[in-house]
């Protein structure tokens, strides 16, 4: 378990801490200081934890939404029904 940066490598004095803990995981929420390239020519905020990676796509004119505890917990749920999701579900032959 580790950070993910999308493939990126960044260092210490490149991520922020968010000022919280994951309640998935327990590992600290730390952010981008600045937007990185996620492919097709698109830059955005990437905060991560151990569990959930997150990125906020720079809008033109459009400030980025602040990543806050609130918001980190809907992240973590929302991977944790993807997850869910994904196992087969067993068929019916009733
Ligand atoms: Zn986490």
Redesign the pocket.
């Known amino acids: 378990m580790d950070y993910d940066w999308l493939g990126h490598r960044l260092y210490p004095n490149s991520i922020r801490y968010l000022g919280f803990k994951?309640p998935?995981?327990g590992?600290g929420v730390y952010t981008s200081k600045r937007p990185l390239p996620i492919g097709q020519g698109q830059l955005a905020i990437v905060a991560s934890?151990?569990?959930?990676t997150h990125f906020t796509p720079a809008v033109d004119g459009r400030k980025f939404e602040p990543v806050t505890l609130v918001r980190w917990v809907g992240f973590?749920e929302q991977v944790t029904a993807m997850a869910e999701e994904e196992t087969p579900n067993r068929a019916s032959t009733a």
Request: with cysteine.
């Open positions: 994951c998935g995981c590992a934890c151990f569990c959930v973590v």
